[in-house]
């Protein structure tokens, strides 16, 4: 039955419903677009959209020549001069574009025409130097040309210049601004100099015809076209689309980004070869997508596991020349269109390619929406070091569909060449540029220089080959599991910058400090004030709070908590705790005593030191000796699998959670310290609560080879501690060294400055530097991991941040995603540590414990495990981990 038979059995009053529903759901025919024909006469036209985009940004920076478009031809055989100027004339006159100046009239700016005139094309002639020197000379010439910026105001916007090499070997350059050229314009001026020279070499007119348009004709027709319910559709669509989108592409930079974009840039090569082209290309027809949406998946798969992000923007130049009279018009027609992929919940590379389909096939119906009025609509938060919306672009080019680099054809008697130049511009902070040639898709990395280290873009693009190259197997893996790396890069990561093992000294650190007594029992030990304890004297000291804690019946795993002052009878108590076997507790007299209470509720403490344990006067020579002598001999109590302290640390709960550390944790992070911090040896400023771990360096890392430590209250008081000028390592954290620099400057025995616990910035390492001292280390690690975990000198005259370094000796570092597998070189991830700090766990809390002390799925013997630090890092290209903040406060 026909629609018209099933109508009219309807009655009255659905025919009345049907009627209505129909006027609901009928889109009303949207206005015939106006023609596009010859502009009224006048004597200035507005400027196309996207003109006025590249008119605001060169008045930004009138010297900027990223947008300076460069083409070079070699001609090979006898060249006619005067029949190329002719040729070159001939085009100027025949292209409005080329004739086109931007001044402002009311503050704004407008396009005008100017009349032809002749074309000037100088000629440099280094016929006369040494053959081996002319080409390297001719480069210099022609980057020095294309490197001269324009006036877009005065014009012109095209010149032209001519250099011989030999009478059968000439370059001719050609420079304009992207205002008035674009990259098929240069195909469209390559095609008519092929027609041209031949017929004016033998004097014949132009067999080209009259131009029906001129691109002023085409900026007013898109003026009129892009109204109303036009504009509006596609406005709805791109805000719709984009809603909720990070309009940043976070890329982890080698160096810090400048506060204005820069333009200065690299190209790495990138050639895919005659049979992974064969491959990319059969697999793509498998999937009933292009070659481009094949590529974009690609680009976006690498981009969001370098930048850490779920949605990807790329943008991607569109001819926009949507007349079939456009296409031998020149001028600058490109736009740029966005393509927004979300890459949620891990797909494979099929199913991105599916939605990558979904999403190109959607941009092109709304491709004539000018990048600017996108920006406009978006109104992006306004951020000068970088480009809105899209700060990376993919260009790709279909075989035969442009002006790619290599097109060589005759004209006339002559041989010509397009010669492909790097200028050192870039446009996009990372651009993936690709053709399809005779030898396969090939084409060029190009990175902005002042973000992004050459070695980075080598690297990248290694890695988008060998996520090709995973991709080409069939896999249906997640995306998360597609290599974005070389083997090479991956191996070096994991075996050669975290190969850490080496030996531990496996003694305790109360049988180190006994040895050391023993060695040097009239060093000073420790000075309290005016108080200068000797090693003999603290030794005895040590061995009378030993023998109290003794009669208590302490011992191994007992916890002891000690509340006392920062002091010389605090340090001498935890050696003493140590020496029994038991584990100190370290308690901050200043805490409330509700704190207080729940600690030792919570740790189960078998005693509590809150005054001097076993001090009965001054003992005498002999005593001392005699206690020394005791603690040298004593068998140990302590297995390195026991509890040497806990340490609390507060939860993101609010409540308190102990990490215990062993006698074997302390044991291989004491091996690592006084090997790389011989300062040790000397004065050690005793400034961190007993609370905090770094506490643990500072005391017994000065106390087992021979230092001696100097008692503070704060890091603040070292200027007038009157052992201040015996101070050579100061420990704390980097706003207390700060402060005490800004306060004044610190004393001339200081000569290394050890930081962790905070961000170590690139200003505090020039005051350090320019304070005189020399060394500076920046360290990091969680108390789950005994002190610290990495560490690095601080290099001097460095752009970048601090890095925090590679692992200590016995630890690892991997940088992984939340599937736990390794990230990319230069990649954001979360960062776990490995290794022989890791703490024995939390107390108590079996559950925390488990979640955060995981399988190491990259151990070489089962049953390792790693801890989560909840923090992001990455590893920069010199095999250094780079904090980049805690996971948890990332968007």
Known sequence: MSLNDRLSNLSPAQRELFERLRRKTEKPARPAPPPLEPRPPGDAWPLAFDQERLWFLHQLDPADVSYNIDLVMRFTGPLDVPALTACLFEEVRRH???RTTFPTRDGLPVQVVAPPAPVPLPTIDLEGLPEALRAAEALRVTLAALRLPFDLARGPLVRFWLIRRTPRLHECGLAAHHIVFDGYSSQIFMNELALLYPAFADRRPSPLPALPVQFADFAVWQRALLSGEALAEHLDYWTGHLAGAPLVLDLPTDRPRPSHATTRGRRIPLAFGPARTAALKAFARGHRVTSFMTFLALFQTFLARQAGQERVIVGSPNLNRNHPELYAVIGFFLSQSVFCTDLGGDPSFPELLERVRRVTLDAFKHQDLPFARLVEALQPERDTSRPPVAQVTLLYQEEGAGAAPGRTG?????????????????????????????????????????????????????????????????????????????????????????????????RPVHERFAAQAERTPDAPAILDGTRRWTYRELAAQVARRAAHLRARGLGPEDRVAVRLPRSAELVATLLAVLEVGAAYVPLDPAWPAERMALILEDCGAAWVVEEEEGKDGKDNKDDEQRSLESLVSLPSLASPHQLAYLIYTSGSTGRPKAVGITHGNLAAFLTWAVAVFPELRGGVLFSTSVCFDLSVFEIFGTLTTGGTLIVAEHALALPDLPAAGEVELVNTVPSALAELLRLGPLPASVRTVSLCGEPFSRRLAEAIEARGIPRAVNLYGPTEDTVYSTWTEVPRREALEPAIGRSITGSRAWVLDRGLRPVPLGARGLLYLAGDGLARGYLGRPDLTAERFVPDPLAEAPGERMYATGDLARWRAAGTLEFLGRADRQV
């Open 410 to 506: 005759q004209v006339g008697a002559l041989w010509m060449d397009p010669i492909e130049l790097d200028i050192g511009a870039a446009a996009s902070e990372l651009t993936l540029a690709l053709w399809d040639s005779p030898d396969g898709f090939a084409g060029h990395l190009e990175h902005n220089a002042d973000l992004f280290d050459t070695s980075t873009a080598a690297r990248w693009a290694e890695g988008l080959l060998a996520l090709t190259d995973a991709v080409l197997t069939g896999t249906a893996a997640p995306l998360s599991a597609l290599p974005l790396e070389s083997e090479a890069a991956a191996h070096q990561v994991r075996h050669e910058w975290n190969d850490t093992a080496a030996p531990a000294d496996p």
């Open 96 to 98: 409005e574009a080329w």
